[in-house]
C-alpha cells in the first residue's frame, strides 16, 4: 500500500501530531528493553481513546496491515517489535485513571497508565500489588500483555491474581468486555487468556484492577553472604519453615558492585558475594516469630551480617539499589541480555552454579538480580554491542541457560514472556500438538495472524506442525 496514504489514512483517524512515521522516529521503536533484536516499524499510531483504537484496528484490517500493541517499551522478549513491517499501536497517550471506588476496592484504568502511577494515585492506605521494578516506566496494558511479577508478588500475586476484566479491541475492530468488576463470571475465563497472552489477541483498552491495603506493618532486612551456594540454600529454608516473606530477592557480586559504584548506591557490602533482600509484612504481632525464623536460617547458612532497616528513610534505600540495579548493570559494558528462566527454587544453587559455569566458557560477564522465592533468575549477560561477534555468544549462552532451567523442571519465562526471544525454544516444552492448539485457541480472537506476528511461536509453525529444536543454539536474527 501506498506510504504516503496509509499516513494520511491514520492521521485522519487520531489528528496530526498521534502519527509518527518519519526515520528518526521509527528508530526509538525498532527495539524494546531487549536491545539483541530490532525490527522497524513502518508507522507509529497514539490513539487516545477506545474509539480511536478499534477506528485504526478496522482501517489496518480492511488494508490487511499487521500490527504490534505497543506500552512502554520496556518489555525484555521483543514482544513490542513490529515485525513484518507492521504498524505499532502504542497507548502512550491512554493513561486516565477512570474510577478509583475504595468501598468495592476496585479501579478501572486506561492501559497507557504507569503501574506505579496507579498506587501514587489511589492513596488512602491502598494500592495495586503487582509491582514489577520497572513499576515507574511500565504500562498497565504491558503488565496485562506480559502477566508481570515484582519483587512483592511472591506473597501478593501476580498480575493476573489483580486483574478482573479488560475491555479488548480486537483485530478486526470489534470491542469486547472480558470479565469485570465483580470478583467471579461465568462461563470460560477469556480474561485470564488474554493475561499473558503478550499482545498476540488485541488491543487492550481499559483494564478493571483489584484494589488492596497497604500491609500495616513491614520489616525490611539485609543478609550478607560470603557464597553464592549459602544465599540460595537460605532463600529455600526460609520458605521450608513456613515464612512467606513479602519479598525475598537475591543480588550477586556482579550486581552489587554496579549498583555500588551508581548513583544508586544502596550501602551492600562491595566485597560480599551475594545479598538477600527480606520483606516480611502483616500485623505487627506476627512479626518476632517470623524475624527471629529468618534470622536463625540466615545465621545456619553462615550470612555474615543481618542488617534490618531502622526506618522508612533506610528501607527506601536499600530498596532503591534492588530496584534500578539493572539500570545499573547498563553502565558496566555497551550492551546487556535480561534472562528470565524459573526453576524449582530448591534447585536455585545447582542453577547458580551452571550459571557461573556458562560465564566462565563463553567468556562473558553475567550477573544476577532476581526474585529468589519465586526462582525466577535473571542472569543479566553483559556485552560489548560493538564486538560483532558477541550477540551470537550471548544468545548461545542465553540457550543453554534456558534449557537448563527447563531441564530442571522449570520454565523458559517466570514473567518476561516468549515474545521475539524464547520463540525458537518453545519446542522444549511443548509438543507439536500442544503448541499447534494453542495457535487454534489464538485465532479465535486474531484469525489472520496480522496482530503481533512471529511472536510466542516457533517460526517453523504451520498448519498444526511445530518444527522441533531440540538443542537451543543461536536464535535467527531479526534485520
Ligand atoms: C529495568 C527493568 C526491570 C524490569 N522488571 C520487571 C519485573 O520485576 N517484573 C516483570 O514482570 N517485568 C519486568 N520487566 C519487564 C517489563 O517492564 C514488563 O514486561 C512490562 O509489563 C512491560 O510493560 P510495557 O508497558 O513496557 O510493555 P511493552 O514493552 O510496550 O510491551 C510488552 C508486550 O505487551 C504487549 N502490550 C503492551 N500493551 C498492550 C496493550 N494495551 N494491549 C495488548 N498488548 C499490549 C506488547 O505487544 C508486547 O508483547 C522489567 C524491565 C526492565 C527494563
Redesign the pocket.
Known sequence: MDHTKLISDLIRVVGQGAVLYRPEELLVYEA??HTIDKAAPRAIVLPSSTEQVSQVLRYLHQTGIPF?????????SG??LALENGVVVC?ARMRRILEVDIPNLRAVVE?GVANIRLSQEVGHGYAYAPD???QAA??I???V??N????HCLKHGFTTNHVLGVELVLPEGEVVMLGGKAEEYPGLDLRGFVIGS??TLG??TKVMVRLVRVPEAVKTLLAVFDTVDSATRTVSDIIAAGVIPSALEMMDHVVIQAVERSPVAAGYPLDAAAVLLIELDGPPEGFDWEMAQVREICQRHQAREVRVAKDDKERALLWRGRKHA??AVGALATAFYTQDGVIPRKRLPELLALVADVAKRYQLTIGNVFHAGDGNLHPLIVYDANDGDAPRRVQQAGGEIMAACVAAGGSLSG???I?LEKREYMPLLFSGADLAAMAQARAAFNPDGRC?PG?VFPTSTGCGEVGAITKPGVLPAVA
Do not use: F, Q, Y
Request: charged residues 15%; glycine residues 32%.
Open positions: 524494546d528493553g504490534v500493541p505497543r506500552g512502554a517499551g520496556t518489555g525484555l514482544g513490542s497507548t492501559p514489577p521494578s520497572s511500565c504500562s496494558g504491558g503488565n500483555a506480559e508481570s511479577g515484582g519483587p503478550e499482545g488491543v487492550v539493572i539500570g514473567e518476561h514472556g515474545g503481533n511472536k
